[in-house]
């Protein structure tokens, strides 16, 4: 695996960027405060612009840490981030990483995020050198793995009760993957 910087990528329908101590108004317009975006994530909603604040903090300054690769997806025409994708976990003796993403309520349905994952995708293949991407989410959130499955994600299974929800539940994770021998005979 190469150590890369995660450099700008553009697609069709979004700008993948790295986060600035800028982007803390914009998060907490567009999905750090909404319940329905974190419904299926790890974390709370956040109450306040400090909240955000400490979270993009930590963020930006990882930047600074090898394998460091979060992105804030940033609207196409404004450039204000509407979301986040990034790579959650890296295991360098294996080169294998795992993603995680969530996206603003109002920029759902549009093909937004698996625009954003295919882009990274691509830079994790093509110039990190990763063997395998994972991806995996709650089982009770089925239009994730609609996300991953249009990127070229096959679905590996199921884990029964194998994490917690933020509210301390025992939840099913559904997990995905891709490797890059498959992607590249996906791109033929």
Known sequence: MNNRAPSTLRTKKCVLRPFTMDDASSMLKNWTTDARVTTYLRWFPH????????????????????????????????????????????????EHVEMGYCLGYKYWNKGIMTSALEAVIAFLFNDV????????????????????????????????????????????????????????????
């Open 129 to 188: 050198h990763v063997h395998r991407i994972t991806a995996c989410h709650d089982d009770r959130n089925p239009a994730s793995g609609r996300v991953m499955e249009r990127v070229g994600m096959r679905k590996e299974g199921v884990f029964l009760e194998s994490e917690r929800s933020k509210e301390g539940d025992w939840i099913n994770m559904v997990h995905y993957a891709i490797l890059d021998h498959e992607y590249k005979n996906n791109k033929k």
């Open 47 to 94: 109450k306040t612009i400090e909240d955000t604040n400490t979270i993009l903090t930590q963020w930006v300054d990882a930047y600074q840490k090898p394998f460091t690769y979060r992105w804030a997806i940033a609207d196409i025409n404004t450039n204000e981030a509407i979301g986040s994708i990034d790579v959650i976990r890296v295991d360098q003796p294996n």
